[in-house]
Structure formats: C-alpha cells, structure tokens
C-alpha cells in the first residue's frame, strides 16, 4: 500500500525540535537561494529566532551565481524579506569565467566557498542548508546508479563539513533532511509568502533533474521519498557501525598514532584474517592519508583488495602470486613478506618526456564510491 504524502505546514513546534540543537550557538549562517525551500529555511528560522529571549544571530546569505536573467532580482527579494523579518542579510556573487562544462559542480563549489568566506567573516561555524527529504531521495538514487556502498548510500548527513573547508572548522547543518518539500510549500502558502523557481531544476540534462522526474513513478510502485530517506538513514547506522569496527582493527594493527606522509606498515597476516570490508575500509583510510590525491573509489579499492588477499586468485587488473605492488591515489602499495606497506608514490613521468601513459600496474579509474 503506497504511502500518503504529507502536505501540511510545519507547525512551530516541529521547528523548535528541528533547530533544538543549535539554540546555544552564537550565530548561524543561513544559506538562502530564493527558492521555496531556503525561503521556508528562513521563514520558520526567523519565527523560531523571535520565540525566545536569547539565541543565536541569524545571518542570511545569498549567492549570485549570474547564471540566469533573474537572478539579481531573486537576490533582492531575498533581501527584502530579510528586512521584514529582521534578519541580517548578505548577498554575495560568483563572479569570473564561468565554464562551458561541469557548470553545476563548478556552481557548488563556488556557493560552498562564498558561504564558507561569509562565515569565517561573521565568526559562525555553522551553516544551514535547506536539502530537504526530496534532496535525500534523489541523493539516494544518484549513488544507486553509480554503484555507491554503505557510506555512499547513507545519503547526506544532518551535519557534515564543508566540501571546501580542507580544515573541516565549518560546519554544515541540515535540519529539513526528513521533511519533504512539499511541506515546506505548504508553509509558505499558509504564511502567504512568495518564492522564486528555478529552471534548472527541471532541466533534463542534468542527472539530477533527470532522477527527480523519476521520483513520482518509482513512488507509484512504492519506492517513495520517505522509505529512500528511511533506506538512508538505516545505511548511516551500517556506516557508523563499520566506522567504529574500523577504528578497532585499525588500532590492533597500527597502536600508535600514523606518520606524517607514511609510510604505513601493518602485519599481512593479520590484515588478511580482516573482514573484506574492513579492510577495504583500512586501505581508504591508509592510501588517503599516505598519497596525493584523496580517497580512490570504491571499485578501484575492492580490486585492490582481491589482489591482496588472494595473491594466488589474481583480479582482473593483476597477474602477480604471492608479492602485489601497486599504485593507486599517490600512493604505493606493497605486500611482500609479512608486511602490507602503504607509502607515497614518486611522481609520474609525464607523457612527453616518457611516451607511456602510466606505471604499470598502476589502476584505472573505478566507477563508484
């Protein structure tokens, strides 16, 4: 039996819960783009602000990508209903060559830098998005159609840092991961306020758009938004769980604290006993911290990961018995005795001085996360 949408407004005691855990912060950056959902993020934020005597300093922040005609004037709408709801608002704009491709990721790049810049100057260490439910869902079935594991199929976290914060000090907080937009809509109506639409959103060529026309048709057979948000939140407490195991096995194999830029040695013997996705997990963890170029991806790991426990059963991408040296992310890594050795690869000859394309051995890029 299909579940029933609901489509009510959120009452001001669901955003008293919603917001509950920030109340004690000094000051909170509030992403607000025009649409209906950031739009709803600072309507019940500036409600939920005024119930109480002390609270945290509401900052809005508007980013002008000057990708479409309108979006100025969406700006200024912002900032206007910032006035009338007492909000300090700040509009702030991506300016520079635009790229001709990868204009969306190129996008969010820039409103997570320009965000994270308005927070550092306003002293905040948090900023709220308005991903709702929807986002979750679609979020959901991004990773599905990628091939995505656990991590990846836990979705978005209520908090998370910033993707352009390398020093992970800012914080995002996503309070409407469980409430869908079409409630947020409903508030709105009922509070008779006005949002802008965004074209883009529906524009088929984007994965995105494309996953979210998707939705209604997968909900018809049952798959709606609220059991792929369901789905999200069970692999978050499979992740947790795993992250935890990890950290277990990782202080057998390694008690002391990792060098700097490695190299990271633990015992073979003791790795191969690990569950497989223990040690697909501890071989992220030891390429990302040891090599130059962050986590590999998870199809890349997993192959990895045959090679060195069944030296004898080689993968696809191997032809070795017994002794693997590879190369993958920056990184180096070797079974050979009774050591599993991770450390950081030389630099790659480029093309026009050697003529190859890579050491050999060296992976191709995997598919999924």
Sequence with gaps: MRERADETPVTEAEAAALFGDLAELPSLVVAVSGGPDSIALLWLMARWRSSMTRGPKLIAVTIDHGLRPRSAHEALAVKRLCKRLGVEHRTLRWIGRKPKTGIQVAAREARYRLLSGAARKAGARHILTAHTLDDQAETVLFRMARGSGVSGLAGMGRRAGVPVDQGRALLLVRPFLTTSKARLVATLGAAKIAYATDPSNADPR???????????????????????????????????????????????????????????????????????????????????????????????????????????????????????????????????????????????RSLAKTGTSSRKGAFTKGRSR
Excluded at 211 to 217: F, H, M, Q, Y
Excluded at 272 to 287: D, H, Q, S, T
Excluded at 317 to 340: D, E, H, M, P
């Design 206 to 348: 984007f994965a995105r758009s494309r996953l979210r026309a998707l939705l209604p048709v997968l909900a018809r057979e049952g798959l709606t938004a609220e059991r792929l948000g369901r789905l999200a939140r069970r692999m978050e407490r499979a992740d947790e769980v795993l992250w935890r195991a990890c950290n277990a096995a990782l202080a057998a194999l390694w008690p002391e604290p990792w060098p700097s830029r490695g190299p990271v040695s633990v015992d073979r013997a003791a790795f191969v006993e690990l569950p497989a996705e223990i040690g697909v997990r501890i071989l992220a963890r030891m390429i990302a911290h040891v090599g130059r170029e962050g986590a590999p991806e998870l199809g890349q790991l997993e192959a990895l990961h045959i090679d060195l426990v069944c030296p004898g059963k080689p993968s696809p991408q191997s032809a070795t018995r017994g002794r693997v040296r590879r190369t993958l992310a920056g990184a180096l890594i070797t079974l050979s005795g009774a050591k599993l050795t991770v450390e950081r690869a030389p630099p790659r």
